[in-house]
């Protein structure tokens, strides 16, 4: 799961943009709780995925994300006392008390996994989309060891994924038995020292060790930038107001209280348009 | 005017026993290309790791003298402040680059040293034409290929034009062409900016005849400094080993002076009236037949395709067989699909299409040999009778990791072949990596040897010098199936690139591939010459 550069909207936008569209998208997902909101931003996330010719790998990364969601979903009601309605008697144990669980903390439980799940997707859209050496050009003029030491920590991950494909490999050509899997793993974790011993070798011939603070950049707003800036804006200005404002409310406890009129549905389709508007203008995508 | 100085250095790894450098005391002059030789282990690297002020401040270590570079000291002035001056090249690239695309990668050194953004954007654009690396300015570094990702380090060492560069065995992963390029490129380099060169490389055929100078070590010495004609001299009489093929001809024909590469070998055979007109057949009757079906094949290749999933061709129904004890060596540019081939037979990979006939296990040494190796000590990677056969029973209580790269390249092969019968077949993937010729002679004595027990051998490699000292038959791959197939000393004498130095020299007289052939060729010639008195 990593940058590469595609001809999309998304990828032609200035990471600050990209990054600040993604963080709205995640924001929007955080500000609130209205089940056909956070629908609505998830399909947004995954909207903006296929536009910028990232499905598969957006697919790839749900088969972790929606086991995560469903634990995350599972555990709500397990532990949550809450809620009127129960829908299975479970016993009654002497310290924690009646297991029974709940119409209500199931379906905030719900919530929360599909929260966990849009906020989960949001990061790997993020990953996908936006250039990290971009970003740790923006971020080395504020703190440029912190910056370089993070981004060169993501760079780590598929050069181990190669080697431990090399190893497994490797290990493949043994006839006999086969070695078990925590051996190799072990054995690309003896070989990642080496490896940033390595990189931090290069870093220090590269003059990393006497960086000066990199100069500002000056390069001229594209179409992408500003219809991303502003869609990231609108989406900010979407989760700012949907808690303040008392947009689409939701009360889980004690009994289970929600709406879906029209100021939800517009807002749903609001988080949409505005999030997958700037895709629809494809001048200019390809570097 | 002095580019680097190094006066008195001695220099001790931590927990090493011996020093790495004893005594060394050296000055480079502004504008030469120097190659720097020497046995694996003789101090090469840690030399370059001196000059670029990783040793001592990244390495530790007992360190004593001074190494003066550009003027600093590199007692005050760290890797990051002489990288203002010095580029620095290491021998896997993987581990060299940094960044997520090449642009950035290339600009990162110049970002460091705090050049305004259009000095850096200038910078990366003139790097990369250099190095003709402009197509690659937006690729990302992690789908490059080998050859292009050296490349691209190499380009990283030279943004913001240093005004010495050093290099740690550029061309170990690089195919003959590549490699040549290479060295060139860093002739005209040295020749249009002025850049001084430090090149350190077991191939010495390959960079002699770019070289100013040539500094020998030996044992963490300098054994010898001087032009390369000085060098080789010294060679001859002090480290055969290190002597190149045109030397090692010349020598063994009672010719001199040796020469520093094709051209001037050929100038002096001209002059003696030794060249003659004979050259090689063409390849034509070297074309691989279409389809082999030999009986009793130890490992065939019928019709195999490996196409890979959104992306390229890697074999295009390469067809070829290798019948039980035959020695091939499998040859061709980078991505020619050698590795792919190899990977088939063993079934690392399956092909899209054709089948390949083993008739039965086919063992397979990767180009790591280190990936083969997990366990704590050697005695639990083989059995000890494996090991004592591999010549390894004494280091069994050794850690994997303490073993010198031939050892380690031993025991790794040792893994794969297993216990019991020998396999039917056993392939190689590029095993000369960074073997100095002392190595590559032991690994040509133990291919033979299998092959003697009936094992057919396919090795993958560049090296068209190892592949005329074990091979019987040459396959040279290209675009995903062969394009030549014959006798060694069919293929390897026709070629510019797939040729060794002693073809080259020779014009494929002969046939002779390595220098004791050539050597008879050039004093047959010498005794028709001459007139009987």
Redesign the interface.
């Known amino acids: 799961m990593t940058y590469r550069r595609r001809p999309s909207p998304l990828h032609a936008a200035r990471a600050a943009v990209g990054g600040a569209y993604c963080l709205a998208l995640g924001a929007v997902a955080l500000s609130t709780e209205h089940p056909l909101v956070l629908a609505a931003a998830l399909a947004a996330v995954v909207g903006s995925a296929l536009l910028a010719g990232l499905g598969l790998e957006l697919a790839r990364l749900a088969r972790f994300a929606i086991p995560f969601a469903l634990v995350v979903a599972l555990i709500n009601p397990l532990v949550t006392r809450e809620g009127l309605t129960v829908i299975v008697r479970g016993p009654d144990l002497p310290w924690p008390g009646p297991l029974d669980i709940t119409l209500e903390a199931t379906a905030y439980g719900g919530v929360l996994g599909l929260r966990a799940l849009v906020v989960f997707l949001t990061f790997g859209l993020y990953a996908l989309a936006v250039d990290p050496d971009e970003v740790l050009r923006i971020f080395r003029r504020i703190s440029f060891r912190s910056a370089l030491t993070a981004t060169i920590a993501t760079r780590m991950v598929p050069v181990l994924a190669r080697d431990a494909r090399r190893l497994a490999d490797a290990q493949r050509c043994r006839p006999g038995a086969q070695v078990p899997r925590l051996a190799v793993v072990r054995a690309v974790a003896t070989g990642a020292l080496d490896r940033a011993v390595d990189v931090a070798a290069t870093l220090e011939v590269r003059g990393y060790g006497a960086a000066r603070r990199p100069p500002r950049g000056r390069r001229p707003w594209s179409r992408h930038d500003l219809a991303f800036a502003a869609s990231a804006a609108a989406l900010v200005a979407i989760a700012v107001a949907t808690p303040l404002g008392g947009l689409a409310p939701f009360a889980p406890y004690p009994r289970l209280e929600t709406a879906a009129g029209v100021g939800e549905w517009s807002l749903a389709g609001a988080i949409l348009v505005c999030a997958l508007l700037p895709f629809s203008d494809r001048r200019g995508i390809v570097r | 005017m002095s580019i680097l100085a190094l006066h008195a250095v001695t220099y001790r790894y931590p927990r090493a026993q011996e020093p790495a450098l004893r005594d060394v005391s050296l000055q480079l002059d502004e504008g030469e290309l120097v190659v720097v030789a020497g046995a694996s282990g003789s101090g090469k690297s840690t030399l370059l790791r001196a000059a670029?002020?990783?040793v001592p401040?990244?390495h530790g270590g007992e360190f004593a003298g001074n190494v003066v570079v550009d003027g600093m000291d590199t007692r005050e002035h760290?890797?990051?402040?002489l990288?203002?001056s010095?580029?620095?090249l290491?021998q896997?690239p993987?581990?060299?680059?940094?960044?997520?695309?090449v642009?950035?990668e290339l600009a990162?050194?110049i970002?460091?040293?705090?050049?305004?953004?259009a000095a850096?954007a200038r910078g990366v654009e003139e790097v990369a034409l250099a190095l003709g690396i402009g197509a690659l300015l937006?690729r990302?570094t992690?789908?490059l290929s080998g050859g292009e990702l050296q490349r691209v380090a190499l380009a990283?060492?030279l943004a913001g034009r240093p005004r010495i560069v050093l290099l740690d065995e550029p061309t170990s992963q690089l195919d003959p062409v590549a490699g040549d390029e290479l060295v060139w490129l860093l002739r005209r380099l040295n020749e249009e900016w002025g850049t001084t060169v430090v090149l350190a490389d077991h191939r010495l055929e390959r960079c002699l005849g770019a070289a100013d100078r040539v500094v020998a070590m030996r044992g963490g010495e300098i054994a010898c400094d001087g032009p390369p004609r000085t060098f080789l001299e010294w060679a001859a009489s002090e480290e055969p080993a290190l002597q190149t093929p045109g030397a090692r001809l010349f020598a063994r024909a009672g010719l001199l002076p040796p020469p520093s590469g094709v051209k001037e070998a050929r100038a002096t055979l001209r002059a003696h009236g030794l060249l003659g007109d004979e050259r090689a057949d063409p390849v034509s009757s070297l074309e691989p037949k279409r389809r082999r079906r030999e009986k009793g094949a130890a490992l065939r290749f019928d019709r195999v395709w490996k196409e890979w999933r959104g992306g390229g061709v890697a074999l295009r129904a390469a067809s070829f067989a290798v019948a039980p004890g035959e020695r091939v060596a499998l040859m061709g540019r980078n991505g020619a699909g050698k590795s792919t081939l190899l990977?088939c037979a063993?079934g690392?990979d399956k092909p899209t299409r054709g089948r390949v006939h083993a008739a039965g296990?086919v063992?397979?040494?990767?180009q790591?040999p280190g990936?083969?190796?997990?366990a704590e000590r050697v005695g639990d990677e083989a059995p000890a009778a494996a090991l004592e056969a591999a010549g390894l029973g004494e280091l069994s209580e050794r850690h994997p990791a303490d073993l010198s790269g031939g050892e380690r390249q031993r025991l790794?092969l040792t893994?794969?072949l297993?216990?019991g019968e020998p396999p039917a077949a056993i392939c190689l993937d590029e095993p000369t990596r960074g073997m100095d010729r002392a190595l590559k002679g032991e690994l040509a004595t133990l291919l033979r040897r299998l092959a003697e027990q009936g094992s057919a051998v396919l090795v993958a490699t560049h090296d068209p010098e190892f592949a005329a000292s074990f091979a019987q038959r040459v396959v040279l791959m290209g675009d995903g199936l062969p394009v030549a197939d014959g006798p060694t000393a069919e293929v390897l004498c026709g070629g510019w690139y797939f040729a060794t130095e002693t073809a080259r020299i020779l014009g494929g007289a002969g046939r002779a591939l390595l220098p004791e052939d050539g050597a008879e060729v050039v004093r047959r010639r010498m005794t028709i010459e001459v007139p009987a008195p």
């Open positions: 670029s002020g990783l401040h990244f760290g890797p990051g402040l990288a203002a010095v580029g620095s290491f896997d993987e581990s060299q680059v940094v960044m997520g695309t642009r950035a990162f050194p970002e460091n040293r705090g050049w305004p953004a850096t937006d990302p992690s789908e990283a060492s990977r063993a690392l296990r063992a397979l040494l990767l790591h990936d083969y190796l997990i790794a893994i794969v297993g216990p």
